[in-house]
């Protein structure tokens, strides 16, 4: 029979060991929670809030704090509960690496330094968030790559985090759905913006126009410069929203007529090439 001593010095093994592997769980749970927080941005997609995607859905479920503008908040509110909310307005994001003090009208210069202060606070929560250990999601629609915009501000500011990108809808698969035709057909195809068609429209590709601010009647005039005068081009507007979304097509010598006294929103693509023929050969 073992002796009362014994039975101590067992009994006090048993608690060390215990305490040791208490410890041992307790420090890789605190690194698998620290080994979680990540930094990402989300795309929603473009159009109606129906076109986000389940991974998007998910890594806004698995995110603690959010940055969005406040009509993606109402838009995405039952994916958002409980979650902190940050504002996250593109606007601070315009002068990103502007050096304010040698503007020297002093609206702009004004504008400069409000933008900087804004980035700056905005840069110090995303930092502290991630510094807590919790995950961040900037979440914003459409092409967060295509274009520009702050996603690619983001990605310089906070490369040490190494932020990951959740692709969504964009307005160019939208618009494709829209047009309804094949645009590999015409023998491939080009995404640009008015200052790229004078290195590329020399071989008449098929372009997919981003067009942004650019005024419509100057874009087919340089147009009509590279492709014949019957060559197809249609304008898709609102891509991704059901009430507002339409098309109107036309030719490089038709369309301003089609398009006459049309106010063009934000929220347009061009697409000019032979794929939209119904009456071309299939190659």
Request: charged share 25%; net charge positive; with cysteine.
């Given at each position: 029979m073992p002796t009362v001593e014994k039975k101590r010095k067992w009994f006090f093994l048993f608690l060390v060991v215990a305490a040791i592997t208490i410890m041992g769980f307790s420090r890789q749970s605190f690194a698998g929670e620290a080994a979680a927080s990540q930094f990402y941005l989300v795309s929603v997609g473009v159009g109606d809030a129906d076109l986000i995607t389940l991974r998007a859905i998910n890594t806004i479920k698995a995110s603690d704090v959010i940055i969005c503008g406040k009509n993606t908040e109402k838009e995405l509110a039952e994916y958002l509960s409980g979650k902190t909310i940050i504002d996250g307005?593109?606007?601070?994001?315009?002068?990103?690496?502007?050096?304010?003090?040698?503007?020297?009208?002093?609206?702009?210069?004004?504008?400069?330094?409000?933008?900087?202060?804004?980035?700056k606070k905005l840069i110090s929560e995303i930092r502290a968030a991630i510094a807590d250990g919790k995950t961040v999601s900037v979440i914003g629609s459409g092409d967060l790559l295509i274009?520009?915009?702050?996603?690619?501000?983001?990605?310089?500011?906070?490369?040490?985090?190494?932020?990951?990108?959740?692709?969504?809808?964009?307005?160019?698969?939208?618009?494709?759905?829209?047009?309804?035709?094949?645009?590999?057909?015409?023998?491939?195809?080009?995404?640009?913006?008015?200052?790229?068609?004078?290195?590329?429209?020399?071989?008449?590709?098929?372009?997919?126009?981003?067009?942004?601010?650019?005024?419509?009647?100057?874009?087919?005039?340089?147009?009509?410069?590279?492709?014949?005068?019957?060559?197809?081009?249609?304008?898709?507007?609102?891509?991704?929203?059901?009430?507002?979304?339409?098309?109107?097509?036309?030719?490089?010598?038709?369309?301003l007529k089609e398009t006459k006294d049309m106010k063009f929103p934000f929220e347009h693509l061009v697409y000019v090439g032979n794929f939209m023929d119904e009456n071309r050969q299939r190659r």
């Open positions: 307005s593109g606007s601070a994001w315009r002068t990103y690496r502007n050096a304010c003090d040698r503007i020297d009208d002093p609206e702009k210069k004004a504008r400069c330094l409000k933008g900087k202060e804004s980035r274009y520009g915009g702050p996603y690619h501000w983001y990605q310089r500011e906070f490369a040490d985090l190494n932020p990951k990108v959740i692709p969504g809808i964009s307005c160019f698969n939208a618009a494709n759905a829209a047009i309804g035709k094949e645009i590999m057909s015409g023998g491939g195809a080009v995404l640009t913006t008015l200052r790229g068609i004078d290195k590329l429209a020399g071989s008449h590709p098929t372009m997919v126009i981003f067009t942004m601010f650019t005024e419509f009647e100057k874009l087919v005039e340089k147009l009509k410069s590279y492709y014949p005068p019957e060559t197809p081009i249609a304008v898709v507007f609102h891509a991704g929203y059901k009430e507002k979304e339409h098309v109107v097509k036309g030719r490089l010598n038709t369309i």
